[in-house]
C-alpha cells in the first residue's frame, strides 16, 4: 500500500494537487485496471460528477426505506420490520453509495459503471424489502431463503466494486478504509447467513445474538469505524489526524474485527466469558477510532456545528453501548444482544452518525455554486435535532416511554422537513 497523506485537504472532492500519477500498476486484462493508465496524471475524468449521480439516486432509495420504517414505527407493525427496514435497507444502502463515492473521490478513481451500481443498489434493496416482507408477512421460506441471496449478492457486489475501484484509483489512500468495508461485508454475509436460518429455522438464542452481533458490529460498525477517521475530516472540512496513517488505522480495523469473532463465537458458543471479551476488544477498537478523527477545533464547530457533533455523539454512544453491553447490561441473565442499549445502538450511534453523515452529503450531492452549496448547509444545520437525537438516547436507556417518542417525533419530524426542503430545490 503507498503511503496515505493524513495531511490532505479532506474536503476536498479532487485529490490534492501533486497526487501520485500511475501509484497503481496496470496491468492487462481489465477495464478497471486500464483505467489508471487512461487517467494517471489527475484521475478519471468526471468520475466525481458520475459517481454524485450514482450516490444521489442509492441515497434517494435509502430514504425511501426510512421514510418505511418511519411508517412501520406509526403503523404498529413491530419493531423486527422497522428495525430491518431500516438497517438492513435503508442503513446498508446508505453505505452502499457512500463507501462507493468515498472510494472514488479519495481515491481519485474511476466511478463504476452504472450498470454495476444499478444492480448492485437493486439486489440490496430488493433482497431487504422481501426479506422484510417475507418474513413479517408469512409469505413462506422460499420468499425469504431467495432476498436472502439477492441480499448477500449485493453486498457481496459491493465488496468487489470497492475493492476494483481503489485498485484502479491514482491514491491509495483510502484503502485502510476499504480493508474495513470488506471485513464489513464478510460480517454482514455470515450475519445475513445466520439470519436467513432463524427466519426459516426459528430463532435459537445464541444464533440470535450472534446475528445481531455480526450484522449491528461487523456490517454496519466496521463501515463505521473504517469511515469516521476519514468523513469526520471530510464533514469539519478539516485535514485527517495527523496519527491517522494507514498502518494505524488497519491496525484499527483489525482490533476491531478480533473483537467481533471473539464476541460472535462467544455468543454462538453460549459462552458469557468470550462474548464480554470480545465486545470489551471491540470497545478498545471504537477508542482507537475516535482517536484517529480529527480534533474538532473553534473553526470547524463554527462551520460544520451539529453534524460534527453528531459524528462525535454517535461514537460515544458506540462505545458506550458496547461496553454495557459487554458488562451485561442486556435483557436476559449473563452477557445478551437484547434489549435497551441495543436499541440505544441503532439509534443514538449508528442513526446519529447517518444524520450526521446525511446532513452534509445531502447538500454536497445536491451540487450547485458556493452559495447554493451554503443555503444546503444552513438549512440541515439542526442543533434541535442534535439534541432530540441524544436526548432519545438517554431516554431509552432510562426506559422512559414517553420521553422517547417524543424525542424520536422531533428528530424525525425536523429531519423530515429539511431534507424535504434540500430535496424540493434539487
Ligand atoms: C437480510 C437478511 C436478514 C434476515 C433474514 C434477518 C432475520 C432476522 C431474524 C429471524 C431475527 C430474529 C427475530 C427474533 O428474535 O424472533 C433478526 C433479528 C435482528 N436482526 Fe436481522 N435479518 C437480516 C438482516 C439483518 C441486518 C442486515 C441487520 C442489521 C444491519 C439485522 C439486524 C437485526 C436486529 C437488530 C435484530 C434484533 C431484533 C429485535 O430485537 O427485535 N438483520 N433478524
Same mark, same amino acid.
Given at each position: 500500500m ?18 501520485? $500519477?500511475?501509484?497503481?500498476? *496496470?496491468?492487462?486484462?481489465s ?36 421514510l ?12 423486527? &420490520? ?16 457512500v463507501?462507493?463515492? &468515498? ?7 474511476? *466511478? ?34 431467495? $432476498? ?7 453486498? $457481496? ?19 485502510? *478504509? ?102 470489551? *476488544? ?13 480534533r474538532?477545533?473553534e ?14 455523539a ?47 452529503? &445531502? ?26 437525537a ?32 434540500v430535496?424540493?430545490?434539487?
Amino acid at each position: 500500500m503507498s503511503e496515505a497523506r493524513p495531511s490532505d485537504d479532506a474536503g476536498a472532492a479532487e485529490p490534492p494537487p501533486g497526487a501520485t $500519477a500511475g501509484a497503481t500498476p *496496470a496491468l492487462p486484462g481489465s477495464r478497471w485496471r486500464r483505467a489508471p493508465r487512461r487517467f494517471a496524471a489527475r484521475g478519471a475524468a468526471n468520475r466525481v460528477r458520475r459517481s454524485h449521480a450514482q450516490t444521489r439516486v442509492t441515497v434517494r432509495m435509502a430514504l425511501v426505506f426510512l421514510l418505511a420504517a418511519g411508517a412501520a414505527v406509526l403503523a404498529g407493525e413491530g419493531t423486527w &420490520l422497522a428495525l430491518h427496514l431500516l438497517l438492513a435497507g435503508g442503513v446498508v444502502l446508505a453505505i452502499s453509495g457512500v463507501s462507493l463515492m &468515498l472510494a472514488v473521490t479519495w481515491s481519485a478513481a474511476p *466511478a463504476p459503471a452504472d450498470g454495476w451500481a444499478w444492480a448492485q443498489r437493486l439486489l440490496v434493496a430488493a433482497g431487504a424489502a422481501g426479506v422484510a416482507a417475507g418474513r413479517h408477512w408469512d409469505l413462506g421460506d422460499a420468499v425469504v431463503a431467495g $432476498a436472502g441471496a439477492a441480499y448477500a449478492a449485493g453486498l $457481496a457486489t459491493l465488496a468487489v466494486l470497492l475493492v476494483v475501484t481503489v485498485r484502479a484509483g491514482v491514491e491509495r489512500r483510502f484503502d485502510a *478504509a476499504v480493508a474495513a468495508y470488506v471485513g464489513a461485508v464478510a460480517a454482514g454475509l455470515g450475519g445475513v447467513a445466520v439470519g436467513v436460518h432463524l427466519a426459516v429455522d426459528g430463532a435459537v438464542l445464541g444464533l440470535r445474538h450472534a446475528h445481531v452481533t455480526l450484522n449491528l458490529l461487523g456490517l454496519v460498525g466496521l463501515v463505521v469505524g473504517g469511515t469516521l477517521p476519514y468523513f469526520a475530516a471530510t464533514v469539519g472540512r478539516s485535514r485527517m489526524a495527523a496519527h491517522a496513517t494507514p498502518r494505524r488505522l488497519v491496525a484499527t480495523d483489525a482490533v476491531l474485527a478480533v473483537g467481533l469473532v471473539l464476541a460472535v463465537a462467544g455468543f454462538a458458543w453460549a459462552h458469557d466469558g468470550l462474548a464480554t471479551a470480545g465486545l470489551l *476488544a471491540y470497545a478498545l477498537g471504537i477508542l482507537a477510532v475516535a482517536s484517529a478523527m480529527p480534533r474538532p477545533s473553534e473553526r470547524t464547530l463554527r462551520w460544520a456545528g451539529p453534524r460534527l457533533l453528531g459524528l462525535w455523539a454517535g461514537a460515544a454512544w458506540w462505545a458506550t453501548a458496547v461496553v454495557a453491553l459487554a458488562l451485561g447490561a442486556g435483557d436476559g441473565p449473563g452477557v445478551t444482544m437484547i434489549g435497551p442499549w441495543v436499541t440505544a445502538l441503532v439509534v443514538a450511534a449508528y442513526l446519529q452518525v447517518l444524520w450526521g453523515s446525511l446532513a452534509y452529503l &445531502l447538500p454536497m450531492l445536491r451540487g450547485g455554486g458556493h452559495e447554493r452549496l451554503s443555503a444546503g448547509f444552513a438549512t440541515t444545520r439542526s442543533w434541535l435535532a442534535l439534541v432530540a437525537a441524544n436526548v432519545a438516547g438517554v431516554a431509552l436507556v432510562l426506559d422512559a416511554e414517553a420521553l422517547v417518542a417524543g424525542a424520536l417525533a422531533i428528530w424525525g419530524l425536523d429531519t423530515a422537513v429539511r431534507t424535504g426542503l434540500v430535496l424540493r430545490r434539487a
